[in-house]
Each structure stands twice: as C-alpha cells, then as structure tokens.
C-alpha cells in the first residue's frame, strides 16, 4: 500500500493518540480536574491581607500606661487582664488572639521606681517562635529602663545596614500570595505523574514495541511523549493560574516561566514512566521526584527556613520567578537568572530522562 | 520466478557474552510460509527482531524485498506487518481506534476499518474498547492490526498460542490468504500441527542455530520413520505390532499380520515434526 509518511505526521499520530488515552484514563483525568478546581478555590479561601500586629496580653496594675507612654506599644496590640491566671489562660487557650503574655507583678512599678530588681513573667505557648520571645524580654526591658529613669546600660553602637539583593522590606506577603507557586507546581506535578503513567503503561504493554516496528522511530515517540506530557502540564497551570488571576500584567513572562516549568516536569516524568511497572511504581517515582521538588515551595510558604542548599534545587528557579513576577511586579531582566536555571536543570533532566526511555524501549 | 522476500545471511546477535544467534542464514520467497520453531530461548525472537528492525544484527547482513535492513530500516517496517506474542494493544481505546492510529503511522490516509476488521470477524465489535475483549478477539484483533498496511511481509509470532478453535481457525484462514495474495509470511509457532498445515517450508532453530529448513513432506521422507500399527486379539492377550515401511520385507509383514486373525485395528504413521524436531535438536519443544 502506498502512503505518505511524513515525521511530523507520524509525531502528530502518537500525540493525539496519547491524548484519547489520557481522555479515557479516568483517574488522572478526574484528579486533573478536581485538582484544578480545589487548587483555585484553596487560593480565593486564603487570607489576602498581611497582619502584622502581634497582641500582647498583660498583667499588673498601671503597666498598661507605662508600656503606652514608653512607646513600646507600636505594632502591639495590647490586651489588658485583671490577674496572672487570667493572663495565663487566655494565652493557653489563645483567647483574643493573644500569642504572648506579659505578667507583671502588682508592685513592679514602685520596684523599678526605686531601682530594685523584680521579675516579669513571659507567657508563650510552645509554638511561638524564639526571635518574638526574645523580642518580649527586650520589651520588658525597655520598660523597666524607662520606669526607673535610667539608660541603657550600653551605648548602642554605631551600625550600617546593607541589604544584599532586593530589599523585600515593608513588601509583606499575604498567605494567598505564598500559596500561588505552591499551587501552580503542585499542577505541574500532578501533570508528571499522568505522563508518568503513560509511559510506564506504553513501556509495561509493550505498545511503544508495536509502535517502532511501524515507520516510527524511537525519538517521534519520545518527541510526541515531550509534546504531550508538556501540553498538559502547561495548559492545566496556565487555566489555574488564570483562575486565581495571576497572570497579571506580564503575561508572556508568566506563560514562560510556566512553558520551562511544563517542560521540566515532562523530563521528570519521562525518568519516572521508564521505571514505573504499575501505578504504584508510578507513584513511588513521581513521588521521589516531587518531594525534593516542592521544598522551594514550601520555602516561600515558610520563610526563614530556606538553606542555602535550597537554590541547588531544579525548582528552586522556577518557584523564585513566579514568586518574582507574580507578587514583587519582576520583570523578564530580574528573573532572567532563574529562568536560565530552570532551562539548564531541564536541559540536564533531558539529556538524563531521554536516555533512560530510550534504553528502555529498546531493550524491550 | 520466483521472488525473494526475506535474504538472511551468516547473521549474529549475542546479548552481552550470550550469543542468541548464531551465523544463520536462510530466505523466504514472496507467497511462501516459513514456519519458523524452536523452543523458547532458541533465538527465534531475536531473529525476528532483527528481521523487524528492532535490533541490529553483530554480524551478517539482512535483505527484505530487496532492500538491505542497514540504513533502510524505515523503509522495510513501512512493508511488513507484525503481529506479537504479547497482546500489545491499546486497552482503552477502541478496536477501530487502535486501527486507525496504526494506520496513522504508516501514513495512509482515510483508512477504512471494516474490511479488516471483517477478515478477523470483528468487524460488528469496532467501537467496543478492547478492554472488553476476550483473548481469542485481542489476538484476532493484532492480526488485523498487523495487516493495515497490506504487507509484503507478515511477521506473526505465536498468532494462535491458547486461542478457541474458532479464533484459531480465523487467523489460520487470514494466514492462508496473505500467502496466497503473495505476502510472505514467517510464522513462529510451538504447535507443530499448525507449522506443518500452514508452512510451505519450515525451519528448526535451537541454541541460536539454524538445523535444518526445509518442507515438512521432505523433511518427514528423510528423517521421519513411517509405519503400520496393527493391533490383534489372540484370546484374552492384545498384540500391537508396528511394522516400519522402510525395512526390506515390510509388505510381507503386513500380510502376515493381517492374515494372523483377531484384526482389531490398522494404523498407517508418520512422523511429525515434532519427532524430527527432536531427533535434530536432542530436546522436545516445550522443554
């Protein structure tokens, strides 16, 4: 029989095809979708505004002017409390929002006045963070410095601030904003682990067997593999990430960074597929690559807890530049050494993941 | 004159320090059936990966409708047909959908289903999913698939392995047919019955080496025994007596043995192919 064959052709065939049989894959499908509409409605159900005012329950007479005149008051919500117990039990239970407490004693400020020493009681529970304990004693000081009309005992010294990099000072994040590269990752990823299955199933079945003993060749079915798993990841990211209208003013930045995002997880998959033997390979192998993936997410969520290891990270670029363009206004210029990352962590998952496949294939 | 199809000559393959093929060479004329047997493990895949264009032979060289397999590999799939031991179908698509994506590889454009589907008899299962298949219908199915492009050269590896007789019978019928419209057709089989009703000439491979090819009738005149079997009642005792037609005095035996009264029954025997098998190869097949 006569025919017309062309690469691309043969490519398209494979892509469509992978496409019916992604459409007739219930699961993935399914948790596509819901993944989706639970990601976006995850985002517009997260607070939006930056508190940045920590209540401070007190104790002991008169303390409530002290601490007011002597301007320790800023950013301190203060909540007045008749005695120590009842001090302590709104911090337990977390009543008013109180986080910390400070219980003076009845007679701190004719203590302080007549330059002896007492003692205040810091209330915290076990989840507040050292840095505001430690900036609850410097208050107590103040405080009491300030009662008895003495300085400080030191002179502060001179010093100069320099902040290396953009100053993200006064730029707070809501909650919402952090869970946006959270989100749109955890697409990417769940994309991964559709692609993964397809492999896995076409290696598994031994249909790609079948597939390049036709004029098709081992790299039009790695190509089209590319084609799809990119496909979906991206165009899945780029419905949630107009869902939760965050594409903004720089849309062809955003459509980049998600395009580079779309293609390192297709690489990612195309490693997982070739070891998959079922589902729950599938799974284990996505998830060896999702976890260590997701931690520069989790670092914009948690900030502070980012080591310097973090960068070394394929997703680490990535995650960097949605936070950049989306919630600090970046542009191409500022998140170009990012991207950049990213292209050579996918260029690097490629050359690795496509050499995996192949072997595989052709080992069948 | 006649055509040659497939040209094998002096080739190896070894997986690593395990040579799976060993300096092997034969041909297949267009129109003919080479059934191709041998144990598992023998190098029957190997070769006919190799003939396919999976693998690339370490040595000789491999010529299909003329065209040398080196660098022509292209070429050569898009006219053969393979069909699979394995049930390499896409589980979730259609019958019809499956065909059509092939036939999308190959090129051919507004591919119509049914007449293939027909010769296999599934042609009222078209848009049924293959997952709602049964085994006989999968293995019909990958014949027909295998049949998209009107190959001059089929490949069916294990075609009717553990199928009903009306599955078997439905893809010895398409085999018979495709010889007959001038395809050649390699056939690897364990069922020496079926080697010997569909190949015109067959070939026995063991330990990656080709023993012997040649027609089942030849090889069965040449290295098979053929005999009588007469069985007869003496009183209570039951004698069987087998009497080989190719030793000196053979007729007289028989007559001697039908005339002894108590006839119960005569049998002419032939060897098979399994015996011949054997005797070249020292092994049954499914050993």
């Known amino acids: 029989m006569t025919a017309i064959r062309s690469r691309a052709g043969i490519v398209a065939a494979i892509v469509r095809k992978d496409f019916t049989a992604f459409s007739r894959d219930w699961f993935f499908l399914v948790i596509s979708i819901i993944g989706l509409v639970l990601f976006a409605l995850m985002f517009w159900l997260m607070p939006n505004t930056v508190d940045e005012t920590i209540t401070v329950g007190v104790s002991g007479p008169g303390i409530g002017e002290a601490l007011t005149s002597s301007g320790e008051s800023q ?55 050292a840095e505001l304990r430690d900036a609850m004693d410097s208050m107590v000081r103040e405080v009491a410095y300030a009662v008895s009309g003495e300085t400080l005992p030191v002179t502060q010294l001179a010093q100069n601030e320099y902040v290396l990099g953009v100053d993200r000072s006064g730029d707070q994040v809501s909650l919402r904003e952090k869970m946006r590269p959270l989100l749109a990752f955890m697409v990417l990823v769940i994309e991964m682990m559709s692609l993964a299955a397809l492999v896995a199933a076409e290696i598994q079945q031994r249909t790609v067997t079948a597939i390049v003993t036709t004029p098709a060749r081992v790299a039009d079915f790695l190509t089209a593999k590319v084609i799809v798993g990119t496909l979906l990841a991206f165009v899945q990211a780029v419905i949630l990430l107009i869902a939760i209208r965050s594409l903004g003013a720089n849309a062809p930045l955003m459509l980049t960074i998600l395009l580079l995002g779309a293609l390192m997880v297709t690489a990612f998959a195309l490693i997982a597929g070739s070891y998959g033997r079922d589902f729950i390979t599938v799974v284990f192998w996505s998830i060896l690559f999702l976890v260590p993936l997701i931690i520069p997410a989790f670092a914009v969520l948690f900030p502070g807890s980012a080591s310097s290891w973090v960068k070394v990270i394929p997703s680490y670029g990535l995650i960097n530049a949605i936070v950049g363009a989306t919630s600090y206004g970046e542009g191409w210029s500022d998140v170009l ?26 080992a069948l | 004159m006649t055509t040659t199809a497939i040209k094998v000559e002096g080739v190896s393959f070894a997986y690593g320090d395990t040579l799976a093929v060993d300096d092997i060479r034969f041909e297949v004329a267009a129109g003919e059936t080479l059934g191709f047997l041998g144990p598992n493990g023998a190098g029957k895949s190997t070769t006919i990966k190799m003939l396919t264009g999976q693998i690339t032979p370490d040595s000789g060289s491999i010529a299909v409708l003329g065209i040398p397999m080196t660098g022509h590999v292209i070429d050569i799939q898009s006219r053969i047909g393979v069909c699979f031991e394995e049930k390499n179908l896409y589980e979730n698509m259609t019958a019809k959908e499956n065909l059509v994506f092939f036939a999308r590889l190959f090129g051919i454009k507004g591919f119509d289903v049914i007449p293939v589907l027909q010769r296999v008899d599934l042609a009222d299962r078209a848009d049924d999913r293959v997952s709602s298949f049964s085994k006989g219908m999968r293995q019909r199915l990958m014949v027909a698939r295998s049949l998209v492009n009107e190959p001059d050269v089929l490949f069916l590896d294990e075609p009717t392995d553990g199928l009903d007789p009306v599955s078997s019978q439905a893809i010895r019928a398409v085999i018979q047919e495709e010889s007959a419209r001038g395809a050649a057709v390699v056939l690897t089989t364990h069922d020496m019955l079926e080697a010997d009703k569909l190949s015109d000439r067959v070939a026995f491979i063991n330990e990656g080496k080709l023993l012997v090819l040649d027609t089942p009738e030849s090889l069965k005149l040449q290295h098979g025994q053929r005999a009588v079997r007469v069985r007869s009642r003496h009183g209570d005792q039951v004698n069987e007596t087998v009497i080989p037609l190719d030793e000196a005095g053979a007729g007289d035996r028989i007559r001697d043995a039908v005339g002894s009264g108590g006839l119960m029954t005569i049998h002419t025997e032939e060897a098979t192919l399994e015996d011949i098998f054997i005797k070249f190869a020292g092994r049954a097949l499914e050993a």
Not at chain 1, 337 to 342: E, G, N, R, T, Y
Request: net charge negative; hydrophobic share 50%; glycine share 8%.
């Open chain 1, 75 to 129: 950013g301190i919500d203060l909540k007045l409390y008749p005695s120590q117990d009842a001090l302590t039990t709104a911090v337990e239970n977390g009543s008013d929002g109180v986080a910390v407490g400070l219980a003076f004693p009845p007679d701190f400020l004719q203590t302080m006045a007549a330059g002896q020493q007492t003692t205040v009681d810091v209330l915290v529970t076990a989840g507040v963070p």
């Open chain 1, 337 to 362: 050494p990012d991207l950049a990352m990213v292209a050579a962590w996918t260029v690097v998952a490629y050359v690795v993941g496509l050499s995996i496949l192949r072997r595989k294939v052709e």
